[in-house]
């Protein structure tokens, strides 16, 4: 969530407060702070999206990466023992191709997948050669587990994406419900300042302020040879 944001629903929150302690007798004003609560609301609920979604797709980030170093290693075995067997068997047509660190999440699954297929394919003689009976099984799921993973990974992403634009309209009405709750509020504390600069602070985005700038250096005195 980008800082202005942060800073506009924290202000929202203590306008929200501000209303609900000092409530207006005329039901406009009231309609008004109803509404401002109803988007306050709306935000949380799109902020728990975004971070729900943001732990969705790095919790899929690393258990993709995980798999995709088991995928690779498990291809080099697989590759190894093709290998072992076109010795024997030279018209053995498996593919040994292994992905390189860079590949696209769609090339590495259809490499591993062409190279699984093939071996099962040739299965006997890859048994013969000492390939574990659990080794194509297990690539099988493996490779099922690493594109749910990606497909994971694309939908948290593709939340955070559609949370955090919403999020954007909805703190923008924020802002004009507040404006507008702040012309109300002007005319309803006319005569009593008190409440006036209460709501006046609760009504303020609290900005950062800059830093001072740093007086420049004194320049070095030179001495004159006498």
Same mark, same amino acid.
């Given at each position: ?37 109803? !988007?306050?609301?709306?935000?949380? $609920?799109? =902020?728990?999206?975004?971070? %729900? ?6 919790? #899929? @980030? ?64 890859? !048994?013969?050669?000492?390939?574990? $009976?659990? =080794?194509?099984?297990?690539? %099988? ?6 594109? #749910? @993973? ?70 070095? $005195? ?5």
């Amino acid at each position: 969530m980008r800082n202005n944001i942060r800073l506009k629903l924290d202000m929202a929150g203590r306008a929200m407060e501000f209303c609900r302690t000092h409530p207006d007798s005329n039901p406009s004003t009231a309609l008004v702070g109803n509404r401002l609560g109803e !988007l306050v609301a709306q935000a949380k $609920e799109l =902020l728990e999206q975004q971070r %729900t979604s943001v732990v969705t797709a790095t919790t #899929a @980030v690393g258990r993709k990466q995980e798999l995709r170093e088991i995928i690779g290693y498990h291809l080099a075995s697989l590759a190894g023992i093709s290998r072992a067997a076109a010795v024997s068997q030279p018209d053995l047509t498996v593919h040994r191709r292994l992905p390189r660190g860079r590949t696209s999440e769609p090339t590495f699954l259809t490499i591993a997948r062409v190279a699984v297929a093939e071996a099962l394919a040739h299965q006997e003689i890859f !048994l013969k050669h000492g390939m574990p $009976e659990t =080794l194509l099984p297990t690539m %099988t799921a493996e490779l099922d587990e690493y594109e #749910a @993973v990606v497909s994971r990974q694309r939908n948290g992403l593709a939340t955070q994406v559609g949370a955090g634009a919403e999020l954007e309209a909805v703190t923008g009405e924020i802002m004009g419900v507040v404006r507008h709750l702040d012309s109300l509020h002007r005319l309803r504390f006319r005569n009593d300042p008190e409440l006036r600069a209460a709501w006046k602070s609760a009504r303020n985005v609290a900005w950062p302020q800059p830093e001072p700038a740093q007086p420049a250096a004194p320049a070095a $005195e030179v001495t004159r040879a006498a």
